[in-house]
C-alpha cells in the first residue's frame, strides 16, 4: 500500500470509529479508535466513556461515591481544582446549556433520547438554569451526571429524563442523596478539599472561610457548608 492509499485507509477508519461512538457511544467505536488509533484527539473521549462504564460496575452505594468520584478524576488525569466539570461531560458526549427556566427553582434537566438530535443538535443535554450561580450551575451539572453514571439504565432504556429541583421533598430520596454526594466528591474531592480548608480557614470565620473555600472549588457557599459538616471541619479555633 502507498501512501496515499494508507492515508485513504486510515480516514475511513477514523469516520467508521466515529461513526460507531457517536451511534452506540461505547464498545464498538471504543474498539475501532483502540485499534486505529492511539493517543489522538479522541482519546480523553474514550477514556471518559470507559471509565463511566467501570463507574457503573464498580460502585453502586451511596458510601462509595468518595472512591466513584476519585476513580473518575484519576482516569481522567485531573489532579487540581475546580474540577473541568463542562468539558468532563463534554467528554461523556453531553451538550451542556445554560437557560433560563419558567420553574425559577428548577436548577437543571438531563436528557438522553435519540429523538432530540433532529430539534437541539444533540442527543445527550444537560440544561442548567442561567439564573443560578455559576457554582451552583457546576454543581447542578454534576448532579445530573451522577444519574447518567448510576440511574440511566442503559441495558433497559434508551432514553432518560430527570430534573433537579432543590426546594423539592424528592431531594430526600437515595438515588436524588446520591447524585448530590457523587456531585460534591468530584467538585470537592475531600483530600484537596481538606488540604485547601488547613491553609485557608479563618478562625471562627464561617464566612471568610466559606467563601474563599467556594472561590477555590468554584462552588455555592451552600454547597461548601454542607462538605465541611460532611467531613467533620469547623472553624472554630
Ligand atoms: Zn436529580
New binding site residues.
Given amino acids: 500500500m502507498n501512501f496515499h492509499k494508507i492515508k485513504h485507509f486510515y480516514k475511513f477508519c477514523h469516520l467508521i470509529s466515529l461513526y460507531l461512538y457517536n451511534k452506540y457511544n461505547e464498545s464498538a467505536g471504543v474498539i475501532m479508535y483502540r485499534l486505529f488509533f492511539n493517543g489522538n484527539e479522541g482519546e480523553e473521549k474514550i477514556m471518559c466513556v470507559e471509565a463511566i462504564k467501570e463507574i457503573n460496575e464498580k460502585y453502586n452505594d451511596y458510601n462509595q461515591m468518595p472512591d466513584a468520584a476519585q476513580y473518575l478524576l484519576k482516569r481522567l488525569n485531573i489532579s487540581t481544582v475546580p474540577t473541568p466539570i463542562v468539558k468532563i461531560v463534554q467528554e461523556a458526549g453531553f451538550s451542556v446549556r445554560r437557560q433560563q427556566f419558567k420553574n425559577e427553582s428548577l436548577s437543571g434537566i438531563i436528557a438522553i433520547d435519540e429523538e432530540l438530535k433532529s430539534t437541539l443538535g444533540s442527543s445527550k443535554i444537560i440544561s442548567v438554569n442561567n439564573q443560578d450561580n455559576l457554582g451552583h450551575q457546576r454543581f447542578t451539572i454534576a448532579?445530573?451526571f451522577a444519574?447518567y453514571i448510576f440511574d440511566f439504565d442503559r441495558a433497559k432504556s434508551i432514553t432518560y429524563y430527570?430534573?433537579?429541583c432543590t426546594d423539592d421533598d424528592?431531594i430526600e430520596k437515595p438515588?436524588?442523596k446520591r447524585?448530590n454526594f457523587f456531585a460534591a466528591n468530584l467538585l470537592m474531592p475531600a483530600d484537596l478539599f481538606k488540604k485547601e480548608f488547613s491553609e485557608q480557614v479563618v478562625p471562627n470565620d464561617m464566612y471568610e472561610t466559606t467563601a474563599k473555600l467556594a472561590k477555590i472549588f468554584q462552588v455555592s457557599a451552600a454547597a461548601v457548608k454542607i462538605r465541611l459538616d460532611e467531613l467533620g471541619l469547623s472553624v472554630s479555633g
Avoid: C, G, L
Fill in positions: 448532579h445530573e444519574h430527570d430534573t433537579y424528592f438515588n436524588e447524585a
